[in-house]
């Protein structure tokens, strides 16, 4: 079955303690990109990728770094968390954004409370 | 950097009226513009989308139309169901960059 998968779901943790949220594909795609989603803010792009090795940043990258040494793989980093980065995560894939062939395929989220 | 601002946030239809929400964009350089679906504690899921080549597109009782000379598109669901009760986003994006989201629009259908 064709999907995106993140883990974990939910996390709670604590000020400074380093985590990564991963994210897997295996659709063979391209792009992959890493969203926020905050209440009235909508989905804001923290990084994104356009193939392998070749990351950029979104909107909001602050805080976060993302690495992309395998195609199916982009995984999500907080070095040292703060309770700012509470937030509902999304990562994404596509086959390619280029000649606007974008459509975007969602993992299920997860759920990042710091306290 | 490209801006998309969406409008309304919140919408309330009575079951079987239609429902349009709209977004505009800044930069005349996007190309691509796509709607996504999240329901209540789901994924975001692409409903419909529409490259700049085109001006209208529809699919059953969805149809999305561009306006590339204002840099505005918007949604437009006729006959509307207790299920498209949702969030709906509105995207652009330029190809080969990032994707600008729109804030959402709270639809709610009443029966």
């Known amino acids: 079955e064709a999907q995106v998968t993140q883990n974990p779901r939910y996390l709670i943790t604590v000020t400074g303690k380093k985590l990564t949220v991963t994210c897997s594909q295996n659709m063979n795609h391209e792009y992959m990109s890493w969203y926020r989603q905050d209440p009235g803010l909508g989905l804001r792009q923290i990084y994104y990728s356009m193939n392998v090795e070749v990351t950029d940043k979104g909107d909001v990258p602050e805080g976060y770094k993302v690495s992309r040494k395998e195609k199916r793989n982009f995984p999500l980093i907080l070095e040292s968390p703060s309770p700012n980065q509470t937030s509902l995560y999304f990562c994404a894939s596509s086959l390619t954004l280029t000649s606007g062939k974008g459509t975007q395929y969602f993992g299920p989220g997860t759920r990042l409370t710091v306290l | 950097g490209e801006n998309v601002e969406q409008h309304p946030s919140t919408l309330s239809v009575q079951e079987g009226d239609s429902a349009v929400i709209k977004c505009t964009y800044s930069?005349?350089?996007?190309?691509?513009f796509p709607w996504y679906k999240q329901e209540l504690g789901k994924r975001p899921q692409l409903i419909i989308d529409?490259?700049?080549?085109?001006g209208e597109k529809k699919d059953q009782r969805i149809a999305v139309t561009l306006n590339k000379t204002a840099k505005h598109f918007s949604l437009h669901i006729t006959e509307t169901q207790p299920e498209d009760s949702a969030v709906y986003f509105c995207?652009?994006?330029?190809?080969?960059?990032?994707?600008?989201f729109g804030a959402g629009t709270r639809l709610t259908v009443k029966p």
């Open positions: 995207a652009a994006s330029k190809g080969n960059n990032d994707m600008r």
């Open positions: 930069d005349s350089a996007s190309n691509y």
């Open positions: 529409i490259r700049s080549n085109v």
